[in-house]
T-cell receptor, first 116, second 113 residues
Framework: KAGVTQTPRYLIKTRGQQVTLSCSPI?????VSWYQQTPGQGLQFLFE???????NKGNFPGRFSGRQFSNSRSEMNVSTLELGDSALYLC???????????????FGSGTQLSVL | GESVGLHLPTLSVQEGDNSIINCAYS??????FIWYKQESGKGPQFIID?????DKRQGQRVTVLLNKTVKHLSLQIAATQPGDSAVYFC????????????FGQGTELSVKP
């Protein structure tokens, strides 16, 4: 069974540009969540999607957005990039369905974004 | 508020010894916990999970202990091997926020041959 797939693996952008990252979850997983990892702040939750709906959101500015498609694939977008957005962006998928349920989250290898 | 913290940023052990990595959490992040291992250049790899209604769970060479009284959990790795060298994260899930993991800062485990 294929794991979580994230593309691209590396990305270099300049300040002010926008970027779109892609995530394909494990087959059968309908919940997709996104995380930002930096040396200073560690791993921080961005948002979670289920059935094309955002179900939970972390404390990030509105420049960070996402969406989920009917096949559970997800994208996240960062507009007006800032130097501080340089980070490893990780996607995780799970079998979680109900609001009050917990399931294992499996991560992809991430997209390393560098903003110059 | 929600917080999960690890006790030591680094841990060095001899190959073959047992390793213990500790983690503390605040009241909110207390429903479900997962331990992850992250190697350089890779995403976090699931190791083991434990739900708040359990005190202990065992996997292959790993054991997670949950002490709800002092809000503490630990990951024990038996017979530590060089391949266990990585950064280990504990993550907690607040009640009714199942897709949201609150991560600790991580403990870097080094295994000396």
């Amino acid at each position: 069974k294929a794991g979580v797939t994230q593309t691209p693996r590396y990305l270099i952008k300049t300040r002010g540009q926008q970027v779109t990252l892609s995530c394909s979850p494990i087959s059968g997983h309908r919940s997709v969540s996104w995380y930002q990892q930096t040396p200073g702040q560690g791993l921080q939750f961005l948002f979670e999607y289920f059935s094309e709906t955002q179900r939970n959101k972390g404390n990030f500015p509105g420049r960070f957005s996402g969406r989920q498609f009917s096949n559970s694939r997800s994208e996240m977008n960062v507009s007006t990039l800032e130097l501080g957005d340089s980070a490893l962006y990780l996607c995780a998928s799970s079998r979680r369905t109900g609001v009050g349920t917990n399931e294992k989250l499996f991560f992809g290898s991430g997209t390393q974004l560098s903003v110059l | 508020g929600e917080s999960v913290g690890l006790h030591l940023p680094t841990l060095s052990v001899q190959e073959g010894d047992n390793s213990i990595i500790n983690c503390a959490y605040s009241n909110s992040a207390s429903d479900y916990f997962i331990w992850y291992k992250q190697e350089s250049g890779k995403g976090p790899q699931f190791i083991i999970d434990i739900r708040s209604n359990m005190d202990k769970r065992q996997g292959q060479r790993v054991t997670v202990l949950l002490n709800k009284t002092v809000k503490h959990l630990s990951l024990q790795i038996a017979a530590t091997q060089p391949g266990d060298s990585a950064v280990y994260f504990c993550a907690g899930v607040p009640y009714n926020q199942g897709g949201k993991l609150i991560f600790g800062q991580g403990t870097e485990l080094s295994v000396k041959p």
